[in-house]
Structure formats: C-alpha cells, structure tokens
T-cell receptor, first 114, second 114 residues
Framework: AQSVAQPEDQVNVAEGNPLTVKCTYS??????LFWYVQYPNRGLQFLLK??????LVKGSYGFEAEFNKSQTSFHLKKPSALVSDSALYFC????????????FGKGTTLSVSS | NAGVTQTPKFRILKIGQSMTLQCTQD?????MYWYRQDPGMGLKLIYY???????DKGEVPNGYNVSRSTTEDFPLRLELAAPSQTSVYFC?????????????FGEGSRLTVL
C-alpha cells in the first residue's frame, strides 16, 4: 500500500533563512511525487512534482525538492523563506500506474516570522 | 476557464439528512476525485472516477455515493448524514495521460452535521 509521512506538524523559520519541510514515502515500484500548498480557506495548489530524471526538481515560488530513492524521501526546500510562504504544505505520492489515485500526507504547517 | 467549481461552499445538516455536493470542471479532464480534509489528518480519498460511467472507492467511502454521467460533473452524495461526516470536502481533477499530471482542486465545501 502507498503511504506518505510528514514527520513535522509545524516548521518555524525566520524570514530570509533556508527552509526544509520533510517527506518520506512508501510505494511499490516507481513513485510519482508531488508537493502542494494550501492557504487558509482555499483549495490546494500544485507546487512541483518528480516523475523521472534529475533528482532535484524546481517548482513555483522558488521552491525545490530533492528526490532520494535510497532514503525514500522527497523533502521540500527553499533557500530564503518569505513571510508569505506561511501556509500548510502537503506531500503526496502516486504509483506509476494509470488509474491510481494520489495519496496525501497529513500536512506540515510552515510559519515564517519577520 | 473556471477550473474546478464546487457548490455549496458551506452547509449545515441535521443528523439523518441527505445532500449532494456538486463538482464540475471545464478542463475536459477524465480523472476526478473527492477528498475529505480533517484537521491534522491530511486528505483522505473518498471516491474517484477515471471517466464517465466509471467510479471506484477510495480509502473512506462508507456513507457516501458518487456518479459520473458526464465528463464535467462528479457529484458526491451523503446519505443519512452523521457527525463523523463533518469535514471540508475537496473535489479535484487531472488529465488522464501518463498519470503524471498535477491535480486541480476546487475551493472546498465545508459541511457541518449537527
């Protein structure tokens, strides 16, 4: 069965500092991995995805994520955090097989202080 | 394009009542999904559909029903509402090809069962 773990309920960083939001996954076969962001009272918005190729993927708003197959991780990173990055972040995984659905982690709240 | 549209945005039900959450998308996406979001629990998949006339259960289908008579619409039916169904419901859609596409989410429907 597929699963996603986000070990931190909340991450606090100061504006201008680098941030990391952690994600590990479990899936049989090759995974498709995604990060989404949710602002208050809104739907989820796509940030970036890993399908194949370069392990470092870049996405919206300056975010990037590194796929590590040996550690089954897909951590979200940003070199310099902004207060406006404060939101709820979800990691998600899908099997590389047509017809399968996306499974989400429980989410990590990112709080960036000025 | 309006994207994914959900109605209603808010609803209060009494125990035992029934209702339908509407979802429509104008992107000609074959795949559509219903998730529920509960605090600290992430998103749980209720039902999904890979095309008109085809639906399948997700992780938490009990107490819900769906239909997919057209590509655009994917309504979620709650029969005999229970307090455990108090949640925020999100509809999402994606292209079918390659199963690599990101999900597009609606703004959510907040349901309270009293």
């Amino acid at each position: 069965a597929q699963s996603v773990a986000q070990p931190e309920d909340q991450v606090n960083v100061a504006e201008g500092n680098p941030l990391t939001v952690k994600c590990t996954y479990s899936v049989s076969g090759n995974p498709y991995l995604f990060w989404y962001v949710q602002y208050p009272n809104r739907g989820l918005q796509f940030l970036l995805k890993y399908i194949t190729g370069d392990n470092l993927v870049k996405g919206s708003y300056g975010f990037e994520a590194e796929f590590n197959k040996s550690q089954t991780s897909f951590h979200l990173k940003k070199p310099s955090a902004l207060v406006s990055d404060s939101a709820l972040y979800f990691c998600a995984v899908r099997k590389a097989q047509a017809g399968t659905a996306l499974i989400f982690g429980k989410g990590t709240t990112l709080s960036v202080s000025s | 394009n309006a994207g994914v549209t959900q109605t209603p945005k808010f609803r209060i039900l009494k125990i035992g009542q029934s209702m339908t959450l509407q979802c429509t998308q104008d992107m000609n996406h074959n795949y559509m999904y219903w998730y529920r979001q509960d605090p600290g629990m992430g998103l749980k998949l209720i039902y999904y559909s890979v095309g008109a006339g085809i639906t399948d259960k997700g992780e938490v289908p009990n107490g819900y029903n769906v239909s997919r008579s057209t590509t655009e619409d994917f309504p979620l039916r709650l029969e005999l509402a229970a307090p455990s169904q108090t949640s925020v419901y999100f509809c999402a859609s994606t292209k079918a090809s390659g199963n690599t596409g990101e999900l597009f989410f609606g703004e959510g429907s907040r349901l309270t069962v009293l």
